[in-house]
């Protein structure tokens, strides 16, 4: 039951397979699991016995590793990136095993020039050719029928692996979420998995709706600055809000360019993939930014991840509206016995398919 879990904290050697013991005392646990980005613990440990003086005292960041159990499960694990040292304190910081990437340079050549290749396969082979094996990390490709490809050129040491992955998840449609030492890798419009439908009784914080006029748009443009694509709303819309543009700048995502044939596409498929989102006009079913979960809500702690998408009901004032919503981020707080679990939801797309 959420609210009610135990939590212990051990210490592993690089790879996560060798313990080299459990850390007693831990005051304080602060773990996270996001979307998109790489996810931190922060442990406060106090007071300082004497075991636990001697437990720590060979750990290391960089080389030592932190790994969470809860009620008796593996659930969060990675590099521990910052070892803070008092007498009576120590505090301990994590990140999970995406900063591993972030420390490696690409060592090799990708050209898609002229093609167009899956970008989640390319991205989930170039994880796992640098470090998966050093690391003891794997990152898998969830595939749907509609995966966003890919006509980039990056060059080898022009940029770590993590930002090139981080970069594909800001601007090109594609997911990425640690669980454990798995990298999952999708694309933005994959209903990965269902939570079972939430209430306002699922909820700390009162549920709120929001309608964003700045969202809305009746035509979407994209240009690289001398060719261009656009998508036009259907004339319903086009009478009711008339015409309204929504402009964006197609930037290669490398050094290349692709031939004129496939920047073409590339540019009516991005059009058309904003367009479905901006009309009409954004309708938003807010839950307050870390919300906690009531520990009656219908889910549990293993189906709570980033990435899960959930229907939230929401009635409001002279409104119900009942929406889709995607889990961007979840913070589990640790401290004096209890535990809150909260919750970051924000709205995915609005056109969606399931993994094959």
Same mark, same amino acid.
Not at 87 to 112: C, G, H, K, P, T
């Given at each position: 039951?959420? *609210?009610?879990?135990?939590?212990?904290?051990?210490?592993?050697?690089?790879?996560?397979?060798?313990?080299?013991?459990?850390?007693?005392?831990?005051?304080?646990?602060? /773990?996270?699991?996001?979307?998109?980005?790489?996810?931190?613990?922060?442990?406060?440990?106090?007071?300082?016995?004497?075991?636990?003086?001697?437990?720590?005292?060979?750990?290391?960041? *960089?080389?030592?590793?932190?790994?969470?159990?809860?009620?008796?499960?593996?659930?969060?694990?990675?590099?521990?990136?910052?070892?803070?040292?008092?007498?009576?304190?120590?505090?301990?910081?994590?990140?999970?095993?995406?900063?591993?990437?972030?420390?490696?340079?690409?060592?090799?050549?990708?050209?898609?020039? *002229?093609?167009?290749?899956?970008?989640?396969?390319?991205?989930?082979?170039?994880?796992?050719?640098? *470090?998966?094996?050093?690391?003891?990390?794997?990152?898998?490709?969830?595939?749907?029928?509609?995966? /966003?490809?890919?006509?980039?050129?990056?060059?080898?040491?022009?940029?770590?692996?993590?930002?090139?992955?981080?970069?594909?998840?800001?601007?090109?449609?594609?997911?990425?979420? /640690?669980?454990?030492?798995?990298?999952?890798?999708?694309?933005?419009?994959?209903?990965?998995?269902?939570?079972?439908?939430?209430?306002?009784?699922?909820?700390?914080?009162?549920?709120?709706?929001?309608?964003?006029?700045?969202?809305?748009?009746?035509?979407?443009?994209?240009?690289?600055?001398?060719?261009?694509?656009?998508?036009?709303?259907?004339?319903?819309?086009?009478?009711?809000?008339?015409?309204?543009?929504?402009?964006?700048?197609?930037?290669?995502?490398?050094?290349?360019?692709?031939?004129?044939?496939?920047?073409?596409?590339?540019?009516?498929?991005?059009?058309?993939?904003?367009?479905?989102?901006?009309?009409?006009?954004?309708?938003?079913?807010?839950?307050?930014?870390?919300?906690?979960?009531?520990?009656?809500?219908?889910?549990?702690?293993?189906?709570?991840?980033?990435?899960?998408?959930?229907?939230?009901?929401?009635?409001?004032?002279?409104?119900?509206?009942?929406?889709?919503?995607?889990?961007?981020?979840?913070?589990?707080?640790?401290?004096?016995?209890?535990?809150?679990?909260?919750?970051?939801?924000?709205?995915?797309?609005?056109?969606?398919?399931?993994?094959?």
């Amino acid at each position: 039951m959420l *609210g009610k879990g135990v939590w212990r904290v051990e210490v592993a050697d690089r790879g996560g397979t060798n313990a080299v013991g459990t850390v007693p005392d831990v005051e304080r646990i602060v /773990v996270d699991r996001v979307r998109d980005d790489v996810s931190k613990a922060a442990l406060r440990v106090a007071p300082l016995t004497d075991s636990c003086r001697r437990m720590l005292a060979d750990v290391h960041p *960089g080389r030592h590793e932190i790994v969470l159990y809860r009620d008796a499960v593996r659930v969060w694990e990675g590099p521990i990136t910052r070892l803070s040292l008092s007498s009576s304190v120590v505090e301990i910081d994590a990140a999970d095993v995406v900063w591993y990437l972030s420390r490696r340079a690409l060592a090799f050549d990708y050209n898609f020039t *002229g093609r167009r290749q899956n970008t989640c396969v390319f991205l989930r082979d170039m994880v796992n050719a640098h *470090g998966a094996s050093d690391f003891n990390f794997n990152a898998v490709h969830i595939a749907s029928a509609d995966d /966003v490809a890919t006509a980039a050129k990056w060059n080898r040491y022009s940029r770590t692996v993590f930002e090139v992955l981080d970069k594909y998840a800001e601007d090109s449609g594609i997911d990425y979420v /640690v669980i454990g030492r798995t990298i999952y890798i999708y694309d933005t419009h994959t209903r990965v998995h269902v939570l079972p439908l939430l209430t306002q009784a699922a909820f700390s914080s009162d549920l709120a709706l929001v309608e964003y006029g700045s969202g809305l748009a009746t035509r979407s443009v994209v240009t690289n600055g001398s060719e261009y694509s656009f998508a036009i709303a259907d004339s319903k819309w086009l009478d009711y809000y008339g015409l309204l543009d929504h402009v964006s700048t197609n930037i290669q995502e490398g050094q290349g360019a692709a031939d004129q044939g496939e920047a073409d596409e590339a540019r009516e498929e991005q059009s058309e993939r904003t367009l479905i989102n901006m009309v009409p006009a954004p309708l938003d079913v807010l839950v307050p930014a870390n919300s906690s979960f009531d520990p009656c809500a219908p889910v549990d702690f293993p189906d709570l991840h980033p990435g899960a998408w959930a229907q939230i009901d929401a009635e409001v004032g002279f409104r119900r509206v009942v929406q889709w919503q995607r889990v961007d981020s979840i913070r589990v707080t640790v401290e004096g016995g209890s535990e809150d679990v909260a919750v970051s939801f924000s709205q995915p797309p609005v056109r969606w398919v399931d993994p094959i």
